[in-house]
C-alpha cells in the first residue's frame, strides 16, 4: 500500500472503502467513454491521409525546385511558406474531430520521418541524383508513415450513428476576413514563383513568414483571432486544393520549361486572390441562409 505523506499538523487521510473506490472508477471509465464518443476516428484517419499527401508532394516538389528549377532558393522557401498555411488550416479541421493535444508527439513522428530522406536528397547538388524518380521519396514516405496513422485510428473507430460529432463553427465576419487573408497570402506566394530575381523572390518569402507567425501568435494571444480555416466549408476547401493545384503545377513547370513569367504567375496568383474573395461572400451568404432556415423553424 502507498504510504501516505500528509502536510505537517495534519491528520492522515482514511483510505476510501471500497464503494467510494468503485465509484470513482465508474466515473472514471464513463468520462472517457464520453470523451471517446466525441472523437471522429474515421474523418481523423482520413485527415491523416490527406495530410500525408500534401505534405509529401510540397516536400518532392522541394527536390524537384532544387534539382531542375530556377537558381536561388526562394523556391524552397515558398514551400515552406505552404506548409504553414496547410498545417494551420489543417490544424482547425483536427480540432473538430475530437483530436486531442496528447496525440501530438505521435502526430508529429511522420513529420520527422519523411523531413530525413527530404534533408538528404537535398543536399546532392542538382544533377547528382541516382534516378530523377528520386524525388518523389518524400511523398511516398510521406503516404506511408501518416497512413500508419490514418490505419489505427480507423481501426480503432466507432460505428458512424455513435459518434457525437462537434458542431461546426458559425462562418462569422472575422471568418471571412480570415478566408480573404489566406487567399492574399497563397495569392502573393504563386505570384512569387515567376519571379526571375532570387533575392525578390526570397524576400516576398520571408514577409509571408513573419505574417504567418504575427497570425499565429495574435491567435494564441487572443481568443477573438480567427484561425485561418475557422468555420470553413466545402467550397473553402475546395478553393484551397485549387490554389495547392496551381502552385505545385507553376512549380513543375518552372522547373522543366520556361513557361512561367513574372506575367503568368502574377496573374495566377490574382485569380486564386479573386477565387478566395468569391468564397470568402459564398460563406457569409451560406451563413445566412443558414440562420434564416433556422430563423424560420423556430417560428
Known sequence: MMEQKPMGGAEPLLPPTAEVASAFLDAAGLVERRREERIDRRMLGWLHLIDGAVVGALLSAVLVSMQWGPPGRQIPLLIIVALVIWMECAGELRDRTGFQQSWLRSWSVPYLIVFVPTMALGLMPPGDLPSDLLVLVPLVVSLVAFGS???KQWRSARPDES????E????TGRAAISTTV????IGAMIAAVGLGDPASGSVV???LMCVLLGITIAKRAWASVPGLAQGWRRPQ???LSVAAVVFL???GLGAWTSLVTIQVSLSAGAAVFAMFLVVSGIGVV???VSSNRRNAEHR
Request: charged share 20%; no cysteine.
Open 149 to 151: 496513422l490514418a490505419t
Open 163 to 166: 459518434v457525437v460529432r462537434a
Open 168 to 171: 461546426s463553427e458559425r462562418f
Open 182 to 185: 489566406v487567399g492574399a497570402l
Open 205 to 207: 518569402a520571408l514577409v
Open 237 to 239: 476547401w475546395i478553393a
Open 249 to 251: 503545377a507553376l512549380i
Open 286 to 288: 451560406m451563413r445566412d
